[in-house]
């Protein structure tokens, strides 16, 4: 069983930044893929961004060129970093460790308790 545990959000103006971690611990043998997820207040949770084991990142249109998702094989850790945030970034963010299909992600059904990130002036 896997457990994932999410840190780093916040409160913050627009146009500032966070940087988000997520550790994953427990009984697994590797991670293949790594993701976060946003869920804002009554709405569905999306894909922001996911990364292969080797490090290629795919990004979903709202947040490219903003946001930057990146990994520490090592640690079983996955980072996003979070620049020029907007108001409609406001969300619960989950990251999940699943499988990587070129730029398909599929996520395990393990999640974290997430992590929330507050953007308002």
């Known amino acids: 069983q896997m457990q994932l545990e999410e840190s780093g959000g916040g409160l913050v103006q627009p146009g500032g930044s966070l940087r988000l971690s997520c550790e994953a611990s427990?009984?697994?043998?590797?991670?293949?893929?790594m993701a976060w997820y946003r869920q804002p207040e009554g709405n569905q949770r999306e894909l922001v961004a996911h990364?292969?084991?080797?490090?290629?990142?795919y990004y979903a249109d709202s947040v490219k060129g903003r946001f930057t998702i990146s990994r520490n094989n090592a640690k079983n850790t996955v980072y996003l970093q979070m620049n020029g945030l907007k108001l409609e970034d406001t969300a619960v963010y989950y990251c999940?460790?699943?499988?990587?299909?070129?730029?398909?992600?599929?996520?395990?059904?393990?999640w974290g308790q997430g992590t929330q990130v507050t953007v308002s002036s």
């Open positions: 427990g009984a697994f043998f590797s991670i293949d893929a």
């Open positions: 990364i292969t084991r080797a490090g290629t990142a």
């Open positions: 999940n460790a699943g499988y990587g299909s070129g730029s398909d992600y599929t996520p395990r059904p393990s």
